[in-house]
Each structure stands twice: as structure tokens, then as C-alpha cells.
């Protein structure tokens, strides 16, 4: 089955950049999708389709996919964007949802 | 507002069944799919699968295929999941999510908690 990696936490200053990325074989093919989840709450969608951004999302949050890693770029981070961070692809071959292992970002 | 509700937090036993809603609100129900996704403590998100509000048709991931069923009431604009034979390793959050424009879940139901304990 596909599997979507991800690092288990990430850090950064406030006001640096955030780099969270999501290996898989050929990702690129694929759209990635990225939630944001805060303790206690629902996910929340931040980014589709590898870098287009929802309606009310910031333009700090930013995406990119190529080759074999699809990476979530968060600009002059701010405390209320730590969070744990999870990448989804639909896996068409087996009609499957995947998820990532999901990054935990802390902001220093 | 696109939205959707869940049902509140159960506890069962093993061997038990639970049956969870999610009630979406703000679009035509019948339009979009609704996905069923849980989180056990600590962990990342397990898809079990999804059914097209619609027609009815379900797609189960195998592992959950003998023991959940989902169904939807359009007239409700309700979904709901049904699953037996309940564990302790079922214990988790479940969520209800719409499938967006694309193959994306947005928005998500604020989840229901489910303990199996003795």
C-alpha cells in the first residue's frame, strides 16, 4: 500500500520559515493535500491540490510537490500556528485514502 | 456555512456495536461524498471509507469491511456509521468529513469520541 512519510516534529522561530515535508514514491503524480490540527480540534483543511489555499487560509501557508516530496512551506510563523500537520493523497490504484504519519510543529 | 456536526461521545464494551451521525448543513447534501476517519490517542488518521450521499454507494477499507456499514438519510442530510464487534484498540476519535471540489476533506465534523473499556 502507498505510505506517505513525514518527520515527527519540526521547529522554528517566530517570524522564520516552517518547511514540513511528505515523501512518497512519485508524489508528484499525485495532489497533496495538507490539515492543520490543534489539540482538542478538528482538522482544518490549509492547503489542496499540492498549493492552492482555502478560502480564509493566510498566504503564510504555502505548498509545492515535486519528484518524490511535496512539502507545506509556512511563512513568518506565528505561536498559533503550532500544530500537527498531516499530508492526504487519494491513491487511485486502490482507491484509498492515505495519510501521513503527520509532523508535529513547535514554535520557539 | 458549510458544516457538520457529530453525534456526542460513547462508551461501550467489547463486543458492543456504536452507531455515530454527522448531520451536514450549508450545500446540497446529495452533491458530495462523506468520509469516515478515526484517530486513536496519539496517532495519525486511519481512513475507513467513504459513501457517496448520492446513490449510497459505499467503498470500506478491507480492514473494516465485515463489521462497519455506513448509510446516509438525504431527506436528513445525515450520515451515519455503524460498527461492530467493538475492541479496545477501536477506542478513538471518528470523523465525518465532506469531500470537497477535489479528492480533498474539507470541512471536518468536530469528531466523536468512542472508548471501548470494560
Known amino acids: 500500500s502507498y505510505v506517505l512519510t513525514q518527520p515527527p516534529s519540526v521547529s522554528v522561530a517566530p517570524g522564520k520559515t516552517a518547511t514540513i515535508s511528505c515523501g512518497g514514491d512519485?508524489?508528484?503524480?499525485?495532489?497533496v493535500h495538507w490539515y492543520q490540527q490543534k489539540p482538542g480540534q478538528a482538522p482544518v483543511l490549509v492547503v489542496c491540490d499540492d498549493s492552492d489555499r482555502p478560502s480564509g487560509i493566510p498566504e503564510r501557508f504555502s505548498g509545492s510537490n515535486s519528484g518524490n516530496t511535496a512539502t507545506l512551506t509556512i511563512s513568518r510563523v506565528e505561536a498559533g500556528d503550532e500544530a500537527d500537520y498531516y499530508c492526504?493523497?487519494?491513491?487511485?490504484?486502490?482507491?484509498?485514502?492515505?495519510f501521513g504519519g503527520g509532523t508535529k510543529l513547535t514554535v520557539l | 456555512q458549510v458544516q457538520i456536526v457529530q453525534s456526542g461521545a460513547e462508551v461501550k464494551k467489547p463486543g458492543a456495536s456504536v452507531n455515530l451521525s454527522c448531520k451536514a448543513s450549508?450545500?446540497?447534501?446529495?452533491?458530495?461524498?462523506l468520509h469516515w476517519v478515526r484517530q486513536a490517542p496519539g496517532q495519525s488518521f486511519e481512513w475507513m471509507g467513504w459513501?457517496?450521499?448520492?446513490?449510497?454507494?459505499?467503498k470500506y477499507v478491507r480492514k473494516f469491511q465485515d463489521r462497519v456499514t455506513f448509510t446516509t438519510d438525504t431527506s436528513a442530510s445525515m450520515a451515519y456509521m455503524e460498527l461492530s464487534g467493538l475492541t479496545s484498540e477501536d477506542t478513538a476519535v471518528y470523523y465525518c468529513?465532506?469531500?470537497?471540489?477535489?479528492?480533498?476533506?474539507?470541512?471536518w465534523g468536530q469528531g466523536t469520541l468512542v472508548i471501548v473499556s470494560s
Open positions: 459513501i457517496n450521499s448520492g446513490n449510497g454507494y459505499t
Open positions: 468529513a465532506r469531500e470537497a471540489g477535489g479528492d480533498w476533506l474539507d470541512p
Open positions: 512519485d508524489v508528484e503524480s499525485k495532489s
Open positions: 492526504q493523497v487519494w491513491e487511485s490504484n486502490d482507491d484509498l485514502v492515505v
Open positions: 450549508g450545500y446540497r447534501f446529495t452533491t458530495h461524498a
